[in-house]
């Protein structure tokens, strides 16, 4: 059941920010979409559509969409962030003065705060102060935009650490095509949201390089190890990360052909540079940033996390992918699951 709120307003129209104000759209309700660029507000006036970001999808007239930040706040009774995770914390700062006392905020960005290591949420109570973590949500979960838009059968998780907010946020996603979870451990749901993209730039190179099945299914579940790793050390639920946030996202987006991360992969798997494969995908990889992060709170926490490591050096180091691949599979034989023995579970 939809929640019955007067105003939702969406900042940032990009792919994501389009198709939830789509998704949002209707019910009776007004849906403002914030865009920084003139010129992408007259083409959506004029043709009802996102043509960079969400090519082929039609936006009701319900949805006002404007550049004015002051504008499409007044009255939010919802305020959804869907700008990249790297400008979050700028994008909020301007916000706040015009986001009405009490609004539910519910963050849609997957990333790390590359200079502070913040996750989103911290970087929210930073700029907001903790009275406001309250109102607080993030969504995340396996939810490409392109068939969210279409419509199509997709399940997320909100996580909070207010249950209530939650269960509000909730119930203002959930749809016949959305099933929406909710979970308590935002730790665990901002880690997996972010740190999933590292591995799918990894197992796109894979995709770039041999395409191999086999490699990609261990760079996934190592991957999701590793994940799960730094994120017990950073007191999140380690179950968290067989939910939505945690194992879902990461085969969506390690499998999809609208992975962006994973298509960035590809290209640099080709032989193509960073930058030329940012260039080609022309669209947030929020991977990149997102391994300089990881690499950084694993040293921080004292975490081994040998896939990041070999992904950090092939993405600003120019390590050769094929020499990341033989430094993985040449490393020292380790047990599987080394949590085992901390619980000292024997043969
Ligand atoms: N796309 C998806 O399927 C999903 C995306 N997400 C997450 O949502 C977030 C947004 O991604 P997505 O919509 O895909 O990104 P896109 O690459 O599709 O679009 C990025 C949007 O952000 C805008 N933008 C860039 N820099 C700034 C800035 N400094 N201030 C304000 N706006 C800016 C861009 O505007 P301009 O055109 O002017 O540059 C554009 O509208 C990411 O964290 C992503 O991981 C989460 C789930 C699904
Ligand atoms: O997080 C996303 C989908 O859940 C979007 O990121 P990718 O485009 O890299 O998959």
């Known amino acids: 059941m939809a929640l019955d709120c007067g105003q939702v307003t969406v900042l940032g129209a990009g792919s994501w920010g389009t198709a939830l104000a789509c998704h949002l759209a209707g019910d009776e309700r007004t849906v403002k979409l914030w865009a920084r660029r003139t010129e992408l507000i007259e083409e959506i006036n004029t043709c009802r559509e996102n043509k960079r970001y969400l090519p082929g999808i039609f936006l009701p007239a319900s949805i006002q969409v404007t550049v004015d930040l002051e504008q499409a706040l007044a009255g939010a009774e919802v305020v959804v962030f869907s700008v990249p995770s ?5 994008v909020l700062r301007k916000a706040l003065p015009f986001i009405p006392a009490g609004a539910l905020i519910v963050n849609t960005a997957k990333g790390i705060e590359e200079n502070s290591m913040q996750r989103l949420s911290e970087v929210f109570i930073s700029e907001a102060g903790p009275a406001r973590a309250k ?16 419509k199509m059968p997709t399940a997320v998780v909100v996580a909070s650490a207010s249950q209530h907010t939650a269960v509000l946020a909730q119930d203002l996603f959930m749809r016949e095509n959305l099933r929406v979870y909710t979970n308590p451990d935002i730790i665990g749901v901002e880690l997996g949201g972010a740190l999933k993209n590292v591995i799918a730039l990894g197992t796109g190179i894979v995709d770039g390089l041999s395409g191999s099945d086999n490699a990609k299914a261990a760079l996934m579940t190592r991957g999701l190890t590793e994940i799960t790793r730094l994120g017990m050390a950073m007191h999140a639920n380690p179950l968290t990360f067989a939910g939505l946030a945690g194992l879902g996202d990461l085969i969506v987006t ?19 540079t960073l930058q030329q494969a940012l260039d080609e995908v022309n669209m947030v990889v929020e991977g990149v940033r997102t391994t300089r992060a990881a690499h950084k709170l694993s040293a921080t926490w ?39 023995a901390l619980a000292k579970i024997k043969w």
């Open 86 to 90: 790297h400008t979050f914390r700028a």
């Open 135 to 150: 109102n607080y949500a993030v969504l995340s979960g396996p939810s490409h935009a392109e068939e969210v838009a279409l």
């Open 254 to 272: 390690c499998t999809s052909r609208h992975s962006r991360n994973r298509r960035a992969g590809i290209a640099i798997g080709r032989g193509k």
């Open 302 to 340: 004292g975490v081994e996390m040998p896939i990041t490591e070999q992904m950090y050096q092939v993405l600003f180091h120019n390590l050769p992918p094929r020499a990341a691949v033989n430094n993985l599979m040449t490393r020292g034989k380790t047990r599987e699951v080394e949590e085992l």
